[in-house]
């Protein structure tokens, strides 16, 4: 059973090699005079096993042409020339020598830089050499022949490896994607979290009296909702992750209507958050609504890391073409003992890439007061629009 297991994992591998050698081989083995043949086109053993090495000098290179194609090809033009010199029918050295020159250009980097100049080259010794049939056939024809083939695998191997870049480019893209998201969903109740174990650590520590641990169980009720909340939104994003790609998801992603919901995990978290909402909300589409609900969720976010105690104003402006949207904070309170946390740089290029992806705009801007803005602009698309 194990043998068979690895035949059939070798079929898997080799193939097309396996199937292109046989059709070689079974080519080659026509023109071998066997004794059975007619009078007059019957061979000795002897003649027969000449032919038979020819047979499998011209066709078993084929089966290493990926790793060593410069040898077979040079295997199948011995094999041609021998041929030509014999009087024998030309044809299955022909495509052995197609064969492996195809496999030159194919999987060989040397013949990929000089493929269009060999191909030239091929052309002009066969105008050079027609002087008779024989030469024709041992130098013109087959180098045509060669530098076609071996530019159609150049050919072949540029396709390939375009297709490998874009596969490639497809991956980091998708790679981007899900760090953006990650960082999207945790951050936020991450860095509420540690907000609020700092004001408990600050409440426990002021005060050893009843008034003073009341205010500490909420603050640490206030963090158990939080990473319950973050765990909810990890589960989704690799439930996501992991469903096939015709599965629907089974929560819907984050939209504009949940920015209530958002502004008051904000103020849980200790940013005094103000929302405002300028127009008629439009019919927008779900890339849209996600992109402007992670945009200010990302910057409610850095308010509380990077300005423990500011205050933010979160507008939202519904335009004729596009929803702009602004999160404006004031300065950080110096009286809050709270460490503002390290700035790790993701979150405001994962803003910027959003914004970006929709045709939209992205900005940050220091304002006077050492507060800080963030200003979006989300154009609607084809799929939305004002009512």
């Known amino acids: 059973m194990?043998?068979?297991?690895?035949?059939r994992a070798v079929a898997a591998r080799h193939g097309a090699d396996l199937l292109v050698t046989a059709v070689l081989w079974g080519w080659a083995l026509a023109d071998v005079p066997w004794p059975w043949r007619p009078p007059g086109h019957g061979g000795t053993p002897a003649a027969v096993c000449g032919f038979l090495v020819l047979a499998v000098v011209q066709s078993f290179p084929s089966l290493w042409r990926r790793r060593v194609p410069w040898t077979g090809l040079a295997l199948a033009g011995g094999a041609l020339t021998l041929r030509t010199v014999l009087d024998l029918n030309p044809a299955s050295g022909l495509a052995a020598v197609a064969v492996t020159?195809?496999?030159?250009?194919?999987?060989?980097?040397?013949?990929?830089?000089?493929?269009?100049?060999?191909?030239?080259?091929?052309?002009?010794?066969?105008?050079?050499?027609?002087?008779?049939?024989?030469?024709?056939?041992?130098?013109?024809?087959?180098?045509?022949?060669?530098?076609?083939?071996?530019?159609?695998?150049?050919?072949?191997?540029?396709?390939?490896?375009?297709?490998?870049?874009?596969?490639?480019?497809?991956?980091?893209?998708?790679?981007?994607?899900?760090?953006?998201?990650?960082?999207?969903?945790?951050?936020?109740?991450?860095?509420?979290?540690?907000?609020?174990?700092?004001?408990?650590?600050?409440t426990a520590t002021s005060?050893?009296?009843?008034?003073?641990?009341?205010?500490?169980?909420?603050?640490?009720?206030?963090?158990?909702?939080?990473a319950r909340e973050a765990l909810t939104e990890l589960g989704h994003l690799l439930g996501v992750l992991r469903r096939a790609p015709e599965e629907p998801a089974h929560r819907p992603a984050p939209t504009v209507a949940e920015m209530t919901s958002l502004v008051a995990t904000a103020r849980a978290?200790?940013?005094?958050?103000?929302?405002?909402?300028?127009?008629?909300?439009?019919?927008?589409?779900?890339?849209?609504?996600?992109?402007?609900?992670?945009?200010?969720?990302?910057?409610?976010?850095?308010?509380?890391?990077?300005?423990?105690?500011?205050?933010?104003?979160?507008?939202?402006?519904?335009?004729?073409?596009?929803l702009e949207l602004s999160v404006v904070n004031g300065p950080p309170v110096p009286a809050r003992s709270i460490r503002p946390l390290a700035a790790g740089g993701r979150g405001m290029l994962g803003m910027r890439e959003r914004a970006e992806?929709?045709?939209?705009?992205?900005?940050?801007?220091?304002?006077?007061?050492?507060?800080?803005?963030?200003?979006?602009?989300?154009?609607?698309?084809?799929?939305?629009?004002p009512p």
């Open 2 to 7: 194990l043998g068979v297991a690895r035949l």
């Open 101 to 202: 020159a195809y496999a030159c250009g194919a999987y060989s980097d040397v013949a990929r830089r000089h493929a269009r100049p060999l191909l030239v080259a091929a052309v002009v010794a066969a105008a050079a050499t027609a002087a008779s049939y024989q030469v024709r056939m041992a130098t013109g024809v087959p180098g045509v022949l060669a530098g076609a083939a071996l530019v159609a695998g150049d050919a072949a191997a540029s396709r390939r490896s375009a297709a490998d870049m874009a596969a490639e480019a497809a991956r980091m893209a998708e790679r981007t994607r899900i760090a953006r998201e990650l960082h999207d969903v945790l951050a936020h109740q991450l860095s509420a979290i540690t907000v609020q174990a700092g004001a408990a650590r600050m």
């Open 207 to 226: 005060s050893g009296t009843a008034s003073g641990r009341v205010p500490a169980a909420e603050t640490l009720s206030t963090i158990e909702g939080l």
């Open 269 to 322: 978290a200790g940013v005094a958050t103000e929302l405002s909402v300028v127009g008629a909300a439009p019919v927008l589409s779900p890339g849209v609504e996600l992109a402007a609900y992670r945009i200010v969720q990302e910057a409610l976010t850095n308010v509380a890391k990077h300005a423990p105690g500011a205050t933010a104003a979160v507008v939202l402006r519904f335009g004729p073409d596009a």
């Open 357 to 385: 992806l929709h045709g939209g705009s992205w900005s940050a801007t220091d304002l006077p007061d050492r507060g800080f803005a963030v200003r979006a602009q989300l154009p609607y698309g084809p799929s939305g629009g």
